[in-house]
């Protein structure tokens, strides 16, 4: 049964976590150096949409969890320590906006999101689909979170956007859970998303073509913009009852340019969840 409904100011928190990485690993590296991106002096804090994030209590930063504070062996144990760290998030009366990591980490986040607000509609900004049953013997393997996610009902809708990669096992996967999957030549073609919140909003960073976001571990080219994704953030219906951005991997940036792509997308995701808890 989830909690009494509460839309209290978001808390920013970076997992530490890419041990799940599939091809190459380094995601672990990037909450700092998004929080150094997003506190530069090259910029400020106030979003596009007029929402000055340093106004006090507007927000607030839990930092991280460090990869020596989770079990170091069995990625089970790794999933209940995360869902226990954003439930006293939520407990505590935040929505949680997290830093990955890799995507493994939504898993358990979305434990915690719909034990304390209900299963959300959830919109999926990603290259992949990432609903494979197992993924190298892995069934917790960041190209697995959302088939965890639908298979235990911690989300009542799945939108996907920006899809590129799908195979016929995730088309299988998709039928088979009711995924909404809005790919690349569908968004070409003109199809957008119909969302009703509560919403949560997990953006991968491989979403955005690797021209505006080299910083990724699996670039896979013919991706949404900047723009396209701002766009998305800056429409999702209120309330946002919680957030995460992985998949940055400082190791494969270029002159920190993924970096402040995560910031900026981190700002505007901000901005959208305090103006939708006026």
């Keep these: 049964m989830s909690r009494a409904i509460e839309f209290g100011p978001p808390r920013v928190i970076g997992v530490r976590y890419d041990a799940q990485s599939s091809f190459r690993r380094g995601p672990a590296g990037a909450p700092p150096l998004i929080r150094a991106a997003l506190h530069s002096s090259a910029g400020n804090l106030w979003s596009e949409s007029g929402v000055d994030l340093g106004v006090a209590g507007s927000w607030s930063d839990g930092g991280d969890i460090e990869p020596g504070a989770l079990p170091s062996t069995n990625a089970r144990d790794v999933v209940g320590a995360i869902e226990g760290e954003v439930d006293r998030v939520v407990a505590a009366g935040h929505r949680p906006l997290i830093l990955g990591g890799?995507?493994?980490?939504?898993?358990?986040i979305l434990r915690a999101v719909a034990k304390g607000f209900g299963p959300p509609t959830v919109l999926h900004i990603d290259a992949h689909a990432d609903t494979y049953d197992e993924f190298e013997g892995n069934r917790l393997s960041h190209a697995c979170p959302f088939a965890r996610i639908m298979e235990e009902g911690l989300a009542s809708r799945l939108v996907q956007v920006g899809i590129r990669t799908l195979t016929g096992h995730q088309r299988d996967q998709a039928r088979r859970f009711g995924i909404e999957v809005i790919d690349m030549i569908a968004?070409?073609?003109?199809?957008?998303?119909?969302?009703?919140?509560?919403?949560?909003?997990s953006l991968d960073l491989d979403g955005i073509d690797p021209a505006f976001a080299p910083g990724v571990s699996h670039r896979e080219p013919g991706g949404l913009s900047v723009r396209e994704v701002i766009g998305l953030v800056?429409?999702?219906?209120?309330?946002?009852?919680?957030?995460?951005?992985?998949?940055?991997?400082?190791?494969?940036?270029?002159?920190g340019m993924t970096a402040t792509v995560a910031?900026?997308?981190?700002?505007?995701?901000?901005?959208?969840?305090?103006?939708?808890?006026?």
């Design 234 to 255: 800056q429409s999702a219906p209120i309330p946002i009852v919680g957030a995460d951005l992985v998949e940055y991997n400082p190791d494969a940036d270029v002159d």
């Design 187 to 201: 968004w070409a073609g003109g199809a957008r998303p119909n969302l009703s919140g509560p919403l949560y909003i």
């Design 102 to 108: 890799d995507h493994s980490i939504t898993y358990p």
């Design 263 to 278: 910031a900026k997308l981190v700002k505007e995701l901000l901005a959208r969840m305090i103006s939708g808890a006026r």
